[in-house]
């Protein structure tokens, strides 16, 4: 027979042994804390990327976030007209447009980017003002410049003389083939390769940074492929493709054929490989091997290359092809360079 008054105590007692087991429960979970034993450090691909990690560093150095960071480290080689593969003075399409990828994450998984961008000095800072100011992920085109207009950016011509002059030596012929490993000047002294037009005819600036705090951030930022055609996007502001971090396991960014890390979805395969037990040289190995499995004839004549590191501060790359390099800088290093491992 139902005993009502047992029923009562029985549940009065039920609810306080809950009560206690849901505190104790919590105790039991893990303190989410994202510090890491690693002291600041910031990571970018390529020669070129020893400048703007000295930039970045400023900004670590001095307890500030790895989100500003990063922008402000790759904002040295899209300001530099000398760099004809990022922003300024970046090689244009086939038809003469100078267009700007770029896109930045944080440590939240907040993300920004803008795609085929004219006009604009730094596209990385428009891509963090998407991040920040909208709802959205991704402007492109005149949607773009017209958003960053609104936020006060300056409109300017990215077109300088020496790219207007290299598109229109390039016309001449008009043969579209990439070269590879010409974004780095030290491989370009071991293996010269000459081709008019076609110097420096792609590549990206990736960069990953942690702070003092623990928390990493990721920058990319590129004028895309020489000569493609009008409206052609890589993966550079494609975040997965070209830049994907995870604050809990770390990041990665690539650089090359951005055509073949979209197909593979390249950076977030990396940071995944990572999450798996891979220690970052190997995620990107393992990334690499991928396009390489896939469409073997079209890897032998291309670039693709990885950079990666993980929460623990420790970084690793991979390339298809030899020549890849890219730049470290924490308290003990200031300017180092290192020669990427590559399958050929």
């Not at 029985?10 to 034993?37: C, E, H, Q, Y």
């Not at 307890?63 to 904002?75: P, R, Y």
């Not at 598109?167 to 002294?189: H, Q």
């Not at 928390?215 to 502001?237: E, F, H, I, Q, W």
Request: overall charge positive.
């Amino acid at each position: 027979m139902f005993n009502r008054r047992k029923f009562l105590k029985a549940s009065a007692l039920s609810a306080s042994l809950f009560a206690v087991d849901k505190k104790g429960f919590a105790d039991a979970i893990p303190k989410k804390n994202n510090k890491t034993t690693a002291a600041p450090i910031v990571i970018s691909t390529w020669d070129f990327g020893i400048a703007a990690n000295a930039a970045a560093w400023k900004v670590l150095s001095a307890g500030g976030k790895s989100l500003d960071a990063v922008e402000q480290g790759v904002w040295v080689p899209e300001a530099d007209p000398n760099n004809q593969s990022v922003g300024l003075g970046g090689l244009p399409d086939r038809d003469g447009h100078v267009t700007l990828d770029a896109c930045i994450m944080d440590e939240q998984g907040n993300c920004g980017s803008v795609t085929a961008l004219q006009h604009i000095l730094h596209p990385i800072s428009v891509a963090r003002k998407v991040m920040e100011k909208t709802p959205h992920v991704m402007l492109t085109a005149d949607g773009a410049l017209q958003f960053a207009l609104e936020q006060g950016f300056e409109k300017i011509n990215l077109l300088t003389a020496q790219s207007e002059k290299d598109w229109k030596e390039w016309l001449k012929t008009a043969k579209y083939a990439p070269v590879v490993n010409v974004e780095n000047k030290l491989y370009k002294k071991v293996a010269p390769q000459k081709l008019p037009g076609n110097k420096y005819n792609h590549d990206t600036i990736g960069m990953l940074a942690i702070d003092a705090n623990g928390n990493m951030s990721g920058a990319c930022t590129t004028s895309g492929m020489a000569y493609k055609l009008y409206g052609r996007v890589g993966d550079s502001p494609i975040i997965g493709a070209g830049l994907y971090v995870d604050n809990e396991i770390g990041g990665a960014t690539s650089t090359g054929v951005g055509e073949e890390v979209i197909r593979n979805v390249g950076s977030f395969l990396v940071v995944e490989l990572m999450r798996q037990g891979h220690s970052p040289e190997e995620a990107c190995r393992e990334a690499v091997m991928r396009i390489i499995r896939r469409k073997p004839e079209t890897a032998k004549n291309i670039q693709v290359g990885f950079l990666a590191m993980n929460k623990k501060g420790e970084y690793g790359a991979f390339a298809i092809q030899q020549g890849f390099s890219f730049a470290v800088c924490d308290a003990q290093k200031q300017d180092l360079l290192i020669k990427g491992k590559s399958h050929y």
